[in-house]
């Protein structure tokens, strides 16, 4: 198994979608702050997260940092939504002002979409690739079933949920990935903070259009909740710690942490000393598997997004 690399996912930094409101700025300053002092190198952001918000909040803080963290120390990901090839590179260029940065190390592509043809997308992608705008290709929220039309591409990344809310097709994916050399980045380990051990029933939020709140899936969500309970009380660690843990053991290569504020951010990484016994990871697999089977058979991403 590859040794796995904790990122900073920056969603939090710029709310949007009706996810992450009221979050503080200082907070989200000391969650960068913090990240940086515990040797996390790798950011996960998006164009899309707050209007250009959180890439701009990221881009500026790590540019305060230059002077003892260099650029090529670095790895700063972002991610565009799938428009006309023309637009792929005025989008690019306003990343990259926002990010403060000469180029990124991966550019994705946000989302599929059915409404336009993603391979000129893609050969525009790979332009600014030779231009030396962007170092690695990336897709996003892409179901195995689309993937194999873009094999002839240099696809390096791809990026796909990582959580015991979600683990449809997942080891599908891993091999698909493996046997493609492709490094595949898992995030919402947490499955959006839904397993964190503040919510045991629906919050009052945007998550609640997720389909573990449907009528079908949301009693076996529930018997999921209560293992990670129960494993909370008996490995003495929070809740999150279980469930991050969880996801650390699944074969994935980089692990995008969420945190909205430095306290958050710390107790996910405390994540990394927990040893789970062989039969509660297995009681968790279980669990997850049981999960997954509510998940209707048109849906291929955790938010239910139609694209």
């Not at 709310?15 to 790798?42: K, T, Y």
């Not at 790895?75 to 792929?88: E, N, Q, R």
Request: hydrophobic share 40%.
């Amino acid at each position: 198994m590859n040794r796995l690399e904790l990122a900073l996912g920056c969603w939090q930094f710029g709310p949007s979608f009706g996810f992450w409101e009221n979050q503080i700025r200082s907070d989200s300053l000391r969650v960068l702050h913090a990240a940086l002092r515990e040797n996390i190198r790798h950011f996960d952001t998006a164009a899309s997260y707050g209007n250009g918000s959180s890439e701009q909040l990221l881009g500026h803080q790590l540019k305060r940092f230059s002077n003892t963290i260099g650029r090529e120390q670095l790895h700063i990901a972002t991610k565009i939504m799938p428009k006309s090839p023309p637009l792929v590179r005025k989008d690019l260029q306003k990343s990259l002002a926002r990010l403060c940065t000469p180029y990124l190390d991966v550019l994705y592509i946000h989302w599929p979409s059915s409404d336009l043809d993603l391979i000129p997308i893609l050969d525009a992608m790979v332009k600014l690739k030779e231009e030396g705008l962007i170092r690695s290709l990336g897709l996003s929220n892409f179901p195995l079933s689309l993937l194999s039309r873009f094999s002839e591409y240099p696809i390096s990344y791809l990026q796909s949920p990582c959580s015991l809310l979600w683990t449809k097709d997942m080891h599908p994916l891993i091999t698909y990935c493996r046997e493609k050399a492709i490094k595949l980045v898992g995030y919402s380990p947490l499955g959006l903070g839904l397993l964190n051990g503040k919510h045991p029933n629906a919050p009052c939020d945007s998550r609640t259009t997720l389909y573990v709140f449907d009528e079908g899936a949301y009693p076996t969500y529930k018997d999921l909740y209560a293992i990670l309970e129960k494993l909370s009380e008996k490995y003495q660690r929070p809740m999150a710690q279980i469930a991050l843990k969880w996801a650390m053991q699944q074969g994935f290569d980089i692990l995008l942490l969420g945190a909205r504020n430095k306290a958050q951010l710390l107790e996910n990484l405390g994540a990394q000393s927990i040893v789970l016994a062989e039969d509660d990871s297995a009681a968790l697999d279980g669990a997850a598997a049981l999960l997954a089977a509510t998940i209707p058979q048109d849906q291929d991403n955790l938010f239910g997004h139609r694209w």
